[in-house]
């Protein structure tokens, strides 16, 4: 089994739609954690959505509330990312994450607490 697999990512105009995928079999049902970070050029990777198994809750960044959708599909085993009314400040590498020990719901948000990482996929918004 493969580690963590992201696709989707593409370029899109300012108010309109994309969805990211995960490909995370290896982790799906082990995982405390599964995550979505993001990292714009110049700046530090921060946590967007995440959820946390031990809640069966959904995580958001404030800056994305209400636009991003975190899901998992369980025939899939993929952990999807649906993004809406994007902003040129969305634009980005983003990475699909995952925890199985270390991973609790103070820290789902946080790079910290992520052992395995994909390779990225990236979006771009442009005004």
């Known amino acids: 089994q493969e580690g963590l697999v992201e696709s989707g990512g593409g370029s899109v105009q300012a108010g309109g739609s994309l969805r990211l995928s995960c490909a995370a079999s290896?982790?799906?049902?082990?995982?405390?954690?599964l995550a979505w970070f993001r990292q714009a050029p110049g700046k530090e990777r921060e946590g967007v959505a995440a959820f946390y198994r031990g809640l069966g809750k959904s995580y958001y960044a404030d800056s994305v509330k209400g636009r991003f959708t975190i899901s998992r599909d369980n025939v899939k085993d993929t952990v999807d990312l649906q993004m809406n009314s994007l902003k040129p400040e969305d634009t980005g590498m983003y990475f699909c994450?995952?925890?199985?020990?270390?991973?609790?719901?103070?820290?789902?948000?946080?790079?910290?607490?992520?052992?395995?990482w994909g390779q990225g996929t990236q979006v771009t918004v442009s005004s």
């Open positions: 290896r982790y799906f049902y082990t995982s405390n954690c």
């Open positions: 994450a995952a925890d199985e020990y270390d991973c609790y719901e103070f820290s789902v948000l946080k790079e910290s607490a992520y052992k395995y």
